[in-house]
């Protein structure tokens, strides 16, 4: 008996379906392969780029011109609008090189060099590489150089750089404070104040309040990202940079306290309820005995004498806690928090005399 017309048509496409679904997934194996080597050699792998895919192709470089004023406190009307606008570049995928060009530079300092490599830091995060040359003015290629900015970049072999410098950068993107790092680099400040190393417990302190809140509140979507800078000044003093990109003061303080925030909001602006926060009007919404401590125990290092000069830029908000006219609502915010402090002989006597 033959076979039926109808069951030999059904076999037929039977079979040929097999093949169609055997040859799709050989190719889908084959491009999977080539992604995989593609992402090994640092590069991105797009299927069929003649046609509209076109579109996702990274761009290889953009340039961008650094303010030749590049002093954080000094110029913060430019060097802030630049710092978020280059950390913006992250929400854009086709960005895949940025070229920062530093050769113009007349004026730089520790605070503006220590925000740019955390933005760098984070802009790594998203596969984005940053790079550039250093300034050509002799004394802002000396404050670049022996920042330790460089320590955390690449040359164009690809080889990192080695500086040996009196200054530190301690970097960090992991869940915990780095005690053991944060405390050598404030020893090693201490040596060049004092002649020789020793631990300062209000630096330290302040340091790792610091960290401490950045590794539990400023991170919610990826990697820590917070870094420390210690530079050590012509003036015998020692200018301590702190800053993370994360959600910032402010808008931690909105999110977890704002019942308490909404009684006292009367007449006051953003800078009044950052400062607040450091005077401890803000109530714990967890409840918890070490909670909002941080603020309020920097703050009492600074009203002690045992450090100086506190500033505080977060969002959309700068602090200046010496001179408090000075505190100003920002044009552009800033993703973020940056802590500066400076410790000299006078805070370190103070110290040694109370305790």
Same mark, same amino acid.
């Given at each position: 008996?033959?076979?039926? %017309? ?136 000396? &404050? ?29 993107? %992991? ?30 302190? &302040? ?43 402010? %808008? ?21 309820? &950052? ?67 400076? &410790? ?12």
């Amino acid at each position: 008996m033959g076979i039926k %017309k109808g069951t030999y048509k059904f076999k037929k496409f039977l079979k040929n379906r097999a093949k169609s679904f055997a040859k799709r997934k050989s190719h889908f194996n084959d491009r999977k392969c080539m992604r995989l080597i593609s992402k090994a050699k640092g590069l991105s792998y797009i299927h069929r780029p003649g046609r509209a895919y076109k579109k996702c192709i990274r761009k290889k470089e953009y340039k961008i011109s650094i303010p030749q004023n590049f002093q954080l406190f000094e110029n913060r009307s430019e060097v802030i609008p630049f710092l978020s606008d280059l950390l913006e570049y992250r929400l854009n995928h086709r960005v895949k090189t940025i070229n920062l060009e530093l050769q113009d530079i007349k004026f730089i300092d520790s605070g503006a060099i220590c925000m740019l490599l955390c933005v760098v830091n984070h802009l790594a995060l998203y596969q984005i590489r940053v790079q550039g040359d250093v300034p050509l003015d002799e004394k802002c290629k000396k &404050v670049f150089i022996e920042s330790g900015f460089l320590n955390y970049m690449k040359n164009e072999d690809g080889l990192p750089y080695q500086i040996n410098s009196p200054n530190l950068i301690v970097k960090a993107g %992991k869940n915990t404070t780095g005690n053991k790092n944060i405390s050598m680099a404030i020893k090693k400040s201490m040596e060049f104040l004092l002649s020789t190393p020793r631990r300062y417990q209000p630096a330290y302190t &302040v340091a790792m309040e610091i960290c401490s809140n950045s590794v539990e509140h400023a991170y919610t979507s990826h990697a820590k990202n917070w870094l420390l800078s210690v530079h050590q000044n012509d003036n015998n003093t020692v200018t301590f940079t702190m800053t993370d990109t994360g959600q910032g003061i402010l %808008k931690t303080l909105k999110k977890k306290f704002k019942r308490e925030i909404e009684k006292v909001i009367l007449n006051k602006n953003d800078c009044d309820i &950052v400062f607040s926060a450091f005077q401890r009007k803000y109530g714990s919404s967890t409840e918890e005995i070490n909670r909002n401590r941080g603020l309020p125990c920097i703050l009492d290092k600074f009203n002690n004498g045992y450090i100086s000069k506190l500033k505080v830029i977060t969002n959309n908000v700068y602090l200046d806690f010496e001179n408090q006219t000075n505190n100003k609502i920002l044009n552009k915010p800033f993703p973020g928090v940056l802590f500066s402090w400076v &410790v000299n002989i006078d805070c370190i006597n103070k110290f040694d005399n109370l305790n």
